[in-house]
């Protein structure tokens, strides 16, 4: 059973470029979070995705978008990169509502972004 | 406070216990959750204990609730080399998750 996966691993690009990060959430689950991990700090959500609308946002600005799929995978886009943006980028995964634990949510090995 | 709250480094002895201790925000949290974080790599769930419970044990593992202090900790006994990592509590805030800063234990040999 493979679980929630991501790329690419690592990337490394210029203030303001795009970056477009992706995802597949984890067998049997159809919800997927984004989160952004700054160095030496906790993860930050930044959104998620159901039935391929955005369900609920973080604190994050609309140069944060993403999308998801019919099959569930989703991308994490952001424009107009700024040094701030240089992180982990993680996403999870989880069921819905007739999942055991529904709340439970299940990470990808995260996006290293560099921002130069 | 407003936020999940964690000690942020602790060093022990191989073969010692761990005691790792988060304060939590949200009194109706339904479950709170431990995650370990190795470098370099993603979140690993490494257990959780549903709100109406004080202890869970698993394995090495004892996770102790007090929900009226809303106080969460992780004892990790015998503890190995191979639990250096970085430890986060968690708790879902609606369709989120709200972690801690994170708490970066080292085990020395």
């Known amino acids: 059973d493979a679980g929630v996966t991501q790329s690419p691993t690592h990337l490394i690009k210029t203030r303001g470029q795009q970056v477009t990060l992706r995802c597949s959430p984890k067998s049997g689950h159809d919800t997927v979070s984004w989160y952004q991990q700054a160095l030496g700090q906790g993860p930050q959500f930044i959104f998620q995705?159901?039935?391929?609308?955005?369900?609920q946002r973080g604190n994050f600005p609309d140069r944060f978008s993403g999308h998801q799929f019919p099959n569930y995978s989703s991308e994490l886009n952001v424009n107009a990169l700024l040094l701030g943006d240089s992180a982990l980028y993680l996403c999870?995964?989880?069921?819905?509502?007739?999942?055991?634990?529904?709340?439970?949510?299940?990470f990808g090995p995260g996006t290293r972004l560099t921002v130069l | 406070g407003e936020d999940v709250e964690q000690s942020l480094f602790l060093s022990v002895r191989e073969g010692d216990s761990s005691v790792i201790n988060c304060t939590y925000t949200?009194?109706?949290?339904?479950?709170l959750y431990w995650y370990k974080q190795e470098p370099g790599a993603g979140l690993q769930l490494l257990t959780y204990?549903?709100?109406?419970?004080d202890m869970k044990q698993d394995q090495r593992l004892t996770v102790l609730l007090n929900k009226k202090d809303k106080h969460l900790s992780l004892r990790i006994a015998d503890t190995q080399t191979g639990d250096s990592a970085i430890y986060f509590c968690?708790?879902?805030?609606?369709?989120?998750?709200?972690f801690g800063a994170g708490t970066r234990l080292t085990v020395k040999p």
């Open positions: 968690a708790e879902p805030g609606g369709n989120d998750m709200r």
């Open positions: 995705y159901y039935e391929e609308e955005e369900r």
């Open positions: 949200d009194s109706s949290s339904t479950y």
């Open positions: 204990i549903f709100s109406n419970m």
């Open positions: 999870a995964s989880s069921p819905l509502a007739g999942g055991q634990f529904p709340d439970t949510q299940y």
